[in-house]
């Protein structure tokens, strides 16, 4: 992989740029240093995965809104992995996870790893005033802010986008986590990408916050926040196969599966059936929640919660449940941390 890039104006063609064109215009990562009328710069991060592509969408938005008069304040954008959204993928094949090297992680050394410290360390010598990281998902999920710390301005920075924040300290790794030790950050979760109302929300976002003065440290109102945090992740076994429509495989998921994000389920709601084979059993992995006696029951041929669970980022795409996970299972939780009822 190429080095970083640094330019600090807007090459001709990148405010109607499509993301599948960014590695043919920029040849490879690129950070924009780009000047604002006042005080320290936000820094935005876009495209760590390739194939999400609200965050640039809102970012040409924003920066041809202020095209002419300039913007607000000093913006550090960072366009991430072309390769990947040149293909359409949310990493390349024998490429790490671009939001999982981030300084934290527990992954080995890799080219991705250099090219992202160089990233933190040119954006740490900018003194960020805050910063701002874009993803979409592949299920039906509500947007969400995620933080990293229980601090009443990453919650302020989060509330900005929206009321339901998540709490979560795996995985490791994630632009957010180490964003934090340097500034107030956040994850924006954006649902479907190529849906323009996400990209307007996202625009709406990243203009607040180019606007904001400061963020307060006086707490956000209990009654304007829903505060989780990820408790467990599901995974599927890596030999197991999976399914969603049907077709025979170890894991036959019910078709509708991820109508159920954030809602609150009751032990014995029904996810999906075993195959044939029986030969597998869904991975829970503690990530934060706490040991925990079974989640899953397999009566009969059926996959069902033995116990009541908050599901999130329940997607119908195979891929993603490989590269990623089935999903997270949150836990409400106080502004200490603590699970609540
Ligand atoms: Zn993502």
Known sequence: MSALRVLEALPPGLLTARTSELERLLGGPTLFDLPGREGAPLFLSTLLHGNEDTGFEAAKRVLARHAARGLPRPLLLFVGNVAAAARNLRTLPGQQDFNRVWPGTR??????????????????????????????????????????????????LARLFSRTVVYFTEPTGVQSQALATLCPAVTVECGKAGVAANIAHAEAYIDACLHLAELPHAPVPEHDLDLMRTGWIVRVPAAASLSFDGTPADFEFRPDLDHLNFSELAAGTRFGRLGARHAHRL?????????????????????????????????????AVRLDCLCYLMQRIDRHGRAVP
């Open 107 to 156: 992954l080995a050394a890799s080219p991705e790893h250099a090219l992202i410290a160089e990233v933190f360390d040119y954006v740490r010598q900018r003194a960020p005033f805050a910063s701002i990281d874009i993803h979409n998902n592949t299920g039906l999920n509500p947007h969400y802010g995620c933080v990293n710390r229980l601090d009443e301005r990453w919650l302020h």
């Open 283 to 319: 991975d829970v992995v503690d990530a934060g929640g706490g040991a925990l006696d079974a989640v899953f029951d397999y009566p009969g041929d059926d996959i069902v919660l033995a116990r009541d669970a908050l599901p999130s980022m329940l997607t119908l795409d195979v891929n």
